[in-house]
C-alpha cells in the first residue's frame, strides 16, 4: 500500500538521520527547539503511532492519554527499534475508529469522540511525523551543522510535488 511505503520512507529517514548523531545529542536539550530535544520529539512521533495500535484494539484512538515513555527520549537505539517495530505492525486491515479528544476550552472536560478509520489516522500521523521531522531538522542543524539529511526530510509530500511541478 502506497500509505505504508509513505510511512516506511519518513521512519528510515528518521532513523537514519538519528544514527549520525552523537548519543549525547539526541536528548540535548536545543535552543532553537525552545529547550526540547530531539529525543523528545521523537518520543512524540513514537507514543502517537503506539496510541493508534492500542486504539486499534479497542476502537477508541486517544493521543491524550500516550504513555511518555522518557526512555524513548534519551535512547536514539530504542527509538530507532521502537520504530521498525511499529512499522512492522503497522499492516493491519482498515476498520472504522473513533478518536477521542478534548479541549482545554471546554469547561467541562468531556471527551469529543470523532469518526475515523485505521487508515485516516495512519495518514494523520504520518503527516505529523513529518512536521516533527522539520523540527528535528532544525534541532540536528544546531547540535551538529555539518550533517547532512536528504533535501526532502521533513518536507510533505505535497510541497515536494508542487516543487517539483513548478520545476519543470
Do not use: W
Request: glycine content about 6%; charged content about 20%; some cysteine.
Amino acid at each position: 500500500m502506497q500509505l505504508h511505503l509513505a510511512v516506511r520512507n519518513a521512519f528510515d529517514q528518521l532513523a537514519g538521520s538519528l544514527c549520525l548523531l552523537q548519543p549525547r545529542e539526541y536528548p540535548q536539550p536545543c535552543k532553537t527547539l525552545s529547550g526540547h530535544s530531539i529525543g523528545q520529539h521523537v518520543r512524540h512521533i513514537i507514543e502517537l503511532f503506539q496510541a493508534l495500535q492500542t486504539g486499534y484494539g479497542t476502537g477508541i484512538v486517544n493521543y491524550e492519554k500516550r504513555k511518555r515513555e522518557l526512555t524513548i527520549e534519551t535512547d536514539r537505539d530504542l527509538a530507532c527499534l521502537l520504530l521498525e517495530q511499529i512499522y512492522q505492525d503497522l499492516d493491519r486491515p482498515d476498520k472504522p475508529l473513533l478518536l477521542e479528544t478534548s479541549f482545554a476550552d471546554d469547561p467541562a472536560g468531556l471527551p469529543l469522540l470523532l469518526s475515523s478509520n485505521y487508515n485516516r489516522e495512519i495518514a494523520y500521523n504520518l503527516e505529523h511525523t513529518i512536521h516533527h521531522m522539520a523540527l528535528i531538522r532544525i534541532g540536528i542543524n544546531e547540535v551538529d551543522p555539518s550533517l547532512v539529511l536528504p533535501e526532502e526530510y521533513g518536507i510533505a509530500s505535497a510541497t515536494i510535488k508542487y516543487r517539483r511541478q513548478c520545476a519543470q
